[in-house]
């Protein structure tokens, strides 16, 4: 069990939008720890999205956008494309852990 | 540019221990943090531990505190990550990551798979 909870799996068609949520606790997302957000195509590693809750490093398309409030983040997906079809992860820290944590990950699979 | 190099994949006996590196290039080696993150076969990402290369300072997962130690390797600007004791859960691929909690891992190594089996 993750300590951020993200939906096992979304779905879209090409050109919708999408959201995936994290939802945490108020040790982690609740206590002010920001959410990075990780995009992992299969056998490779995972790219940095999001980072800071809501900002995109550079050559990350603004098709990619992150919230965050209280215990909650979400990631924002729009004008969907074939080449989204990935694992998306969101991270932050805990401090009852005194340590980093990942949800468990959401599949997303474009329709 | 900037790249994680991470050693090559490992297959060791249950007890046995590992020592993966993960050498930086292409930007100043001490100004940044590194992470270590792994993937078991089919699963999600697990956090391992990190190492401020500046202070040397580090923080370890709580459930690997006692196997698990990061140094490192100013002159080669290379990271190790050194587990212990192997188990065969912990059978994953292992990667390095450039950054802290703050900041996000914004570059990855290659990763290394790391296989324990009897």
């Known amino acids: 069990q993750s300590v951020l909870t993200q939906p096992p799996s979304v779905s879209g068609a090409p050109g919708q939008r999408v959201t995936i949520s994290c939802t945490g606790s108020s040790s982690n997302l609740g206590a002010g720890y920001d959410v990075h957000w990780y995009q992992q195509l299969p056998g490779t590693a995972p790219k940095l999205l999001i980072s800071?809750?809501?900002n995109r490093p550079s050559g990350v398309p603004d098709r990619f956008s992150g919230s965050k409030s209280g215990t909650s983040a979400s990631l924002a997906i729009t004008g969907l494309q074939a080449e989204d079809e990935a694992d998306y992860y969101c991270?932050?820290?805990?401090?009852?852990?005194?340590?980093?944590?990942f949800g468990g990950g959401t599949k997303l699979t474009v329709l | 540019q900037i790249q994680l190099v991470q050693s090559g994949g490992e297959v060791k006996k249950p007890g046995a221990s590992v020592q993966i590196s993960c050498k930086a290039s292409g930007y100043t080696f001490s100004s940044y943090d590194i992470s270590w993150v792994r993937q078991a076969p089919g699963q999600g990402l697990e956090w391992v531990g990190w190492i401020s290369v500046y202070s040397g300072k580090t923080n370890y997962a709580r459930r690997l505190q006692g196997r698990v130690t990061m140094t490192t390797d100013r002159s080669t600007d290379t990271v190790y990550m050194e587990l212990r004791t192997l188990r065969s859960d912990d059978t994953a691929v292992y990667y390095c990551?450039?950054?802290?909690?703050?900041?996000?891992?914004?570059?990855w190594g290659q990763g290394t798979l790391v296989t324990v089996s009897s």
């Open positions: 800071r809750s809501t």
């Open positions: 991270q932050s820290y805990d401090s009852s852990l005194s340590g980093v944590v």
């Open positions: 990551g450039r950054g802290g909690y703050m900041t996000g891992y914004d570059y």
